[in-house]
Nanobody, 126 residues
Framework: QVQLVESGGGLVQTGDSLRLSCSASGRTDSLYAMGWFRQPPGKEREFVAGVFWSDGNAYYGDSVKGRFTISGDNAKNTVSLQMNNLKPEDTAVYYC???????????????????WGQGTQVTISS
């Protein structure tokens, strides 16, 4: 089993930056990808960013490209999401996710992940 704990959420203003972190513990010997998803109020969960642990290849949702950066720390089994130039439409609960088995397609969909964190609220005021 793997446990994921997110941190770093909060309330900021439009144009501000925020950094989310996710720490993985437990059976992290099989870690192939980690990612971030978000669920805005009243909407479905959507892909934000994902990264392959082996080579660091990263993928982003169209709405965050150029503003968000995902990065992983292999030694600490943590993944971070640097969010810049935040907009009100970025308001959502942000979830960290982990895939524990090999995959060869971009980890850009929710079903690709085996474990999920509890989520952290990010609110952007206009």
């Amino acid at each position: 089993q793997v446990q994921l704990v997110e941190s770093g959420g909060g309330l900021v203003q439009t144009g501000d930056s925020l950094r989310l972190s996710c720490s993985a513990s437990g059976r992290t010997d099989s870690l192939y990808a980690m990612g971030w998803f978000r669920q805005p109020p009243g909407k479905e969960r959507e892909f934000v960013a994902g990264v392959f642990w082996s080579d660091g290849n990263a993928y982003y949702g169209d709405s965050v490209k150029g503003r968000f950066t995902i990065s992983g720390d292999n030694a600490k089994n943590t993944v971070s999401l640097q969010m810049n130039n935040l907009k009100p439409e970025d308001t959502a609960v942000y979830y960290c996710a982990l895939r524990s088995t090999p995959m060869y397609h971009p980890p850009t969909y929710a079903d690709a992940y085996d474990y999920w964190g509890q989520g952290t609220q990010v609110t952007i005021s206009s």
